[in-house]
């Protein structure tokens, strides 16, 4: 496809007013105008004939990204002899955010050249609607041709692991005496290990009378950490966890955290499952084992979608309660934005309690606090800031509700959600919570 620059445009019509001037000072010299109007097609027209016809294009990128990740498509150009000005535009869906709109101009040296189109993946899934433009100049830029690519490769935006590769291998080595190493550590639900001399330091309630008594010494037991624990990832997929945090949604921060936590849970030697819910049952997978399950759990996860509906908790977690065989450590990733939909987690929450553990992980609103701490201006912006704080008076009953019926609550920001939470369930295991 051709069509003219604005360059071509500016210069045709610049011979508008002279042509008007001529038509009314000197009608003889009418065919002066039409004179111009056919220099320019000309050179128009010589500019067409003269760029290239086709530009040998490629363009690569990943064939698959985690979810929040910035990457580049690059894209390469040869055989552009004569050409100028080359520009690429890529269009996409919602699930990548391009930056300058997915344009870029490509510099030439010689007759090949290359630039990259960053883009940052926002939601997960299979990115296969994409279409790649390029468009050049001929040598006296007055006409742009435009040829459109063959579609780049379809990309897979997977749930984001990289904290598992990076803060995973961190934790289990500050904490591997937790899970490796027999500890002193006491509780109903530690395993016992074996008797030792008391020493001093140990916790007194450890001391076995009737063994120091037999033995004509103090004796005490020493626990280790209890393994083949069950974990369970609860994730609300309702509509308050389709709101982005930093251009990616709650849900799949939360999925980051979740699966490093899972990570952790599964090197530590216990049954790890997921389930995702929003107003009704979505995702459940079974408790599984080992290290070779992270896989599956991550497969499981990326089938987690966030939904427009509101969150049904009183379905998700009575459900979640039925497939629960034994005591288990629930871990519910959720949000909130008024009490009437607290109000309904609330209820659901107290039954649960009553045989599991249960962690709420909720991800803190920087907007609102933003809100909140900026120096008002304008009467709109004291509006905003009574509302937001209102708001965040709201939420902070709610967690102290929470709290006091004796959920485990960890509220932090969601660039430190994954490695607290994994920190939140060593210390759980460590306090035999189990």
């Known amino acids: 496809m051709i069509y003219p620059t604005q360059r071509l445009v500016a210069i045709a019509a610049a011979g508008a007013p002279l042509a008007?001037?001529?038509?009314?000072?000197?009608?003889?010299?009418?065919?002066?105008?039409?004179?111009?109007?056919?220099?320019?097609?000309?050179?128009?027209?010589?500019?067409?004939?003269?760029?290239?016809?086709?530009?040998?294009?490629?363009?690569?990128?990943?064939?698959?990204?985690a979810v929040g990740e910035m990457f580049a498509l690059r894209v390469r150009v040869a055989a552009a002899s004569g050409a100028r000005q080359l520009a690429a535009a890529l269009s996409t869906d919602d699930r990548l955010a391009l930056a300058a709109g997915g344009r870029v101009a490509i510099a030439l040296q010689g007759n090949s050249g290359a630039a990259d189109i960053a883009i940052t993946a926002r939601r997960r899934g299979v990115v296969g609607q994409q279409q790649l433009d390029l468009r050049w100049q001929g040598p006296l830029g007055l006409v742009w041709r435009q040829q459109r690519q063959p579609?780049?490769?379809?990309?897979?935006?997977?749930?984001?692991?990289?904290?598992?590769?990076?803060?995973?291998?961190?934790?289990?080595?500050?904490?591997?005496?937790?899970?490796?190493?027999?500890?002193?550590q006491l509780g109903s639900g530690g395993e016992f290990d074996a008797l030792a001399d008391f020493r001093a330091g140990m916790d007194r309630r450890g001391i076995d009378w009737k063994q120091s008594a037999r033995h004509s010494r103090l004796l005490?037991?020493?626990?280790?950490?209890?393994?083949?624990?069950?974990?369970?990832?609860?994730?609300?997929?309702?509509?308050?966890?389709?709101?982005?945090?930093?251009?990616?949604?709650?849900?799949?921060?939360?999925?980051?955290?979740?699966?490093?936590?899972?990570?952790?849970?599964?090197?530590?030697?216990?049954?790890?499952?997921?389930?995702?819910?929003?107003?009704?049952?979505?995702?459940?997978?079974?408790?599984?084992?080992g290290a070779g399950a992270f896989a599956g759990l991550q497969r499981l996860a990326a089938q987690l979608e966030a939904s427009p509906a509101e969150t049904n908790y009183t379905l998700g977690l009575s459900t979640l309660?039925?497939?629960?065989?034994?005591?288990?450590?629930?871990?519910?990733?959720?949000?909130?934005?008024?009490?009437?939909?607290?109000?309904?987690?609330?209820?659901?929450?107290?039954?649960?309690?009553?045989?599991?553990?249960?962690?709420?992980?909720?991800?803190?609103?920087?907007?609102?606090?933003?809100?909140?701490?900026?120096?008002?201006?304008?009467?709109?912006?004291?509006?905003?800031?009574?509302?937001?704080?209102?708001?965040?008076?709201?939420?902070?009953?709610?967690?102290?509700?929470?709290?006091?019926?004796?959920?485990?609550?960890?509220e932090t920001p969601w660039q430190q959600a994954g490695p607290a939470l994994a920190r939140r369930y060593l210390e759980t295991k460590r306090r035999t919570a189990l």
Not at 374 to 403: C, K
Request: aromatic share 4%; hydrophobic share 55%; with cysteine.
């Open 151 to 184: 579609r780049p490769p379809a990309l897979l935006v997977t749930p984001d692991v990289r904290p598992v590769r990076t803060d995973g291998v961190a934790l289990l080595s500050a904490d591997a005496a937790a899970g490796m190493m027999a500890q002193i």
């Open 321 to 410: 309660a039925a497939r629960l065989h034994r005591r288990s450590l629930v871990m519910l990733f959720t949000d909130f934005v008024d009490t009437t939909s607290a109000e309904l987690m609330l209820r659901s929450v107290g039954r649960l309690l009553e045989r599991h553990v249960l962690l709420c992980i909720v991800m803190r609103d920087d907007e609102l606090e933003g809100l909140v701490a900026a120096v008002p201006v304008t009467p709109e912006d004291v509006s905003r800031a009574v509302i937001a704080a209102g708001l965040l008076r709201e939420r902070r009953i709610v967690l102290t509700r929470l709290r006091r019926m004796g959920v485990d609550v960890l």
């Open 20 to 65: 008007l001037l001529v038509g009314i000072m000197l009608p003889g010299l009418w065919l002066l105008p039409v004179f111009w109007l056919s220099l320019v097609l000309a050179a128009a027209a010589f500019d067409a004939v003269a760029m290239p016809r086709r530009i040998d294009t490629a363009a690569s990128a990943p064939s698959n990204v």
């Open 220 to 289: 005490a037991k020493e626990f280790r950490a209890e393994r083949d624990s069950n974990v369970v990832l609860a994730f609300d997929c309702g509509r308050t966890m389709a709101e982005p945090i930093a251009a990616v949604s709650r849900l799949d921060r939360a999925i980051t955290a979740g699966l490093l936590t899972a990570y952790v849970s599964l090197k530590m030697g216990d049954r790890v499952g997921l389930f995702g819910f929003d107003e009704r049952p979505r995702v459940a997978g079974a408790a599984t084992t």
